[in-house]
């Protein structure tokens, strides 16, 4: 298996700009978690999914964040519009009726 | 407000020696804990849990220890090596019916094995 797979790894743009993380979970599992790693805070969960639904978006900043989940198989989470304070390194995060979720590597945005 | 902390932001051991990560919850709720590994570059990787009806976990050289009266618990490493040296993070969770609830995590510990 290939683990969770998120694109694009590194994204850098320019503030205003809309910005899309995609995100495969390994085949399978039923649940899918967005988080956000900053040095001040540490690793925030944003949204998780379970079965495709949206279970807890309580930690998503603001408006200017959205994630959906339109199949099993593939996520995404969108800024817009984007701002420097955005810049993070965000992951995606997959399980199957577990806690201990898989990791994939990341996508380190930078918004200028 | 940071309901899982952990107050080292670094640390380094020398190889051999035992490694002590620390972490401090304030949400009395939790009752599960997991400690993660995390390289440069990568995404963290699960390492050890405990549920808060066990007050230790060991697995190989890796033992988490928890103190729920004092809401603490740590990461004991023996021996380190420098393939630990990563940055370490704690998290917690509180159980539900559902099987898959989310976690909360602390800040992280850089822990830096010195040859």
């Keep these: 298996d290939a683990g969770v797979i998120q694109s694009p790894r590194h994204e850098v743009t320019e503030m205003g700009q809309e910005v899309t993380l995609r995100c495969k979970p390994i085949s399978g599992h039923n649940s899918l978690f967005w988080y956000r790693q900053t040095m001040m805070r540490g690793l925030e969960l944003l949204i998780y999914f379970n079965n495709n639904v949206p279970i807890d978006d309580s930690g998503m900043p603001e408006d200017r964040f959205s994630a959906k989940m339109p199949n099993a198989s593939f996520s995404t989470l969108k800024i817009q519009p984007s701002e420097p304070r955005d810049s993070a390194v965000y992951f995606c995060a997959s399980s199957y009726n577990t806690r201990d979720g898989y990791f994939g590597p990341g996508t380190r945005l930078t918004v200028l | 407000d940071q309901q899982v902390k952990q107050n ?93 609830e989310k976690l909360t995590f602390g800040t992280g510990t850089r822990l830096t094995i010195i040859p």
């Design chain 2, 8 to 100: 080292s932001p670094s640390l380094s051991v020398q190889e051999g020696r035992i490694s002590i990560l620390n972490c401090d919850y304030t949400n009395s709720m939790f009752d599960y804990f997991l400690w993660y590994k995390k390289y440069p570059a990568e995404g963290p990787t699960f390492l050890i849990s405990i549920s808060s009806i066990k007050d230790k976990n060991e697995d190989g050289r890796f033992t988490v220890f928890l103190n729920k009266s004092a809401k603490h618990l740590s990461l004991h490493i023996v021996p380190s090596q420098p393939g630990d040296s990563a940055v370490y993070f704690c998290a917690a969770s509180v159980s539900t019916n559902f099987g898959n």
